[in-house]
T-cell receptor, first 115, second 113 residues
Framework: DGGITQSPKYLFRKEGQNVTLSCEQN?????MYWYRQDPGQGLRLIYY???????QKGDIAEGYSVSREKKESFPLTVTSAQKNPTAFYLC??????????????FGSGTQLSVL | GQQLNQSPQSMFIQEGEDVSMNCTSS?????WLWYKQDPGEGPVLLIA?????ELTSNGRLTAQFGITRKDSFLNISASIPSDVGIYFC?????????????FGTGTLLAVQP
């Protein structure tokens, strides 16, 4: 089936530890995104990438890092600099920039909690 | 970051009732998208709107792109228990340099059987 796969579903982070969330898509989409969701709030953009080997900071990039070495993969690392990492993380993809019929497709999310 | 004004924040209704929710902004949008999110899952796209005044249906769901390009509404007719979830609107700004979408804060829908 075509879609976006996030793993793991649940992740626990210890103090001072970096953790990496995986996102893979087989939709052949150029653009990929990472969002953070906190209870009762809308989605906030962390990072996005419109093409391989290029990515841009979103609204809340501090304490996070990404890479885009392959079209289908866009991993997110939550670093120890992120002091409040507990949240639900959503990866998304879209066909590509500049399209009039833009729409985002989401993965099933990763719940990150601090031990 | 900018967010859309989505209302109501929550709704508690009886099965069979109709539901209406809306999103408004002071900015002009090119695109409106409506998503539904079940607990612990990612949002699923319900309806996409690309033209001012456009009215689109998906089963019991109907959404419209406001004529001013600054608002959109979603209606659900004859609600059923599986309609429970959080509904998000998302809009793409006209003239935006990227494909970033701006999301509303969500409407929590609870349906009493």
């Amino acid at each position: 089936d075509g879609g976006i796969t996030q793993s793991p579903k649940y992740l626990f982070r210890k103090e001072g530890q970096n953790v990496t969330l995986s996102c893979e898509q087989n939709l052949n989409h150029d653009a990929m995104y990472w969002y953070r969701q906190d209870p009762g709030q809308g989605l906030r953009l962390i990072y996005y990438s419109q093409i391989v080997n290029d990515f841009q900071k979103g609204d809340i990039a501090e304490g996070y890092s990404v890479s885009r070495e392959k079209k289908e993969s866009f991993p997110l690392t939550v670093t120890s600099a992120q002091k409040n990492p507990t949240a639900f993380y959503l990866c998304a993809s879209s066909i590509g920039p500049g399209r009039a019929d833009e729409k985002l497709f989401f993965g099933s999310g990763t719940q990150l909690s601090v031990l | 970051g900018q967010q859309l004004n989505q209302s109501p924040q929550s709704m508690f209704i009886q099965e069979g009732e109709d539901v209406s929710m809306n999103c408004t902004s002071s900015s002009i949008f090119n695109t409106w998208l409506w998503y539904k999110q079940d607990p612990g899952e990612g949002p699923v796209l319900l309806i996409a709107l690309y033209k001012a005044g456009e009215l689109t249906s998906n089963g019991r769901l109907t959404a419209q792109f406001g004529i001013t390009r600054k608002d959109s509404f979603l209606n659900i007719s004859a609600s059923i228990p599986s309609d429970v979830g959080i509904y998000f609107c998302a809009g793409q700004l006209r003239g935006g340099a990227t494909n970033k979408l701006i999301f509303g804060t969500g409407t929590l829908l609870a349906v009493q059987p």
